[in-house]
């Protein structure tokens, strides 16, 4: 799978993170992870080649909301001072 690496790729890495790979070089890969955001990661680094169809493609360029107050567990408290 390595060996046929080619730029346009994507990618998952062995640490879970998704993205499109732009350079293969000897040791290393670089992969776009965001907008303007690259990584370099040793090539052994990819764990995974996934070809999206556009569907699941669509589905990954949605922009993603997060609640701006997470819930804090039962079990921590504010302490007043």
């Known amino acids: 799978m390595l ?3 080619e730029a346009g ?4 890495t062995a640490g879970g ?5 732009t350079v293969v070089e000897a040791d290393t890969v670089r992969v776009e992870v965001a907008p303007d955001i ?9 764990h995974e ?3 999206a169809s ?3 493609a669509t589905i990954l ?3 993603v909301t997060h609640d701006p107050a997470p819930a804090r567990p039962a079990d921590c408290r504010r302490v007043q001072t």
């Open 38 to 46: 690259e990584l370099t990661l040793a090539r052994e680094a990819i």
């Open 61 to 63: 360029e949605t922009p």
């Open 17 to 21: 993170i998704h993205g499109s790979v």
């Open 54 to 56: 556009p569907t699941e």
């Open 9 to 12: 790729a994507r990618v998952i």
């Open 3 to 5: 060996a046929g690496l």
């Open 49 to 51: 080649r996934i070809d």
